[in-house]
């Protein structure tokens, strides 16, 4: 499991384990918090081809589909 601070999330660096559409580097692009500081919206984009996905950034921490940084 990745451990991650939702407070450092923008501009934060991910590799997917099981690449697709040859899209294997990402980078979180945009985040929104609510009141509470909880994060309530989050986009990563993939680095080679620039398309942009929101994501639950729960799916993150689950090391089976992510990686932090690029590898």
Not at 27 to 32: L, S
Request: aromatic share 10%; proline share 3%; with cysteine.
């Amino acid at each position: 499991m990745n451990k991650i601070n939702p407070k450092k999330l923008l501009n934060s660096k991910w590799t997917a384990v099981k690449p697709q559409n040859k899209e294997k580097h990402f980078m979180i692009t945009e985040v929104e918090f609510d009141e509470e500081g909880d994060v309530i919206h989050c986009v990563i984009e993939a680095v080679m081809t620039k398309n942009e996905t929101a994501i639950d950034w729960y799916e993150l921490k689950d090391d089976s589909l992510w990686r932090q940084g690029w590898k």
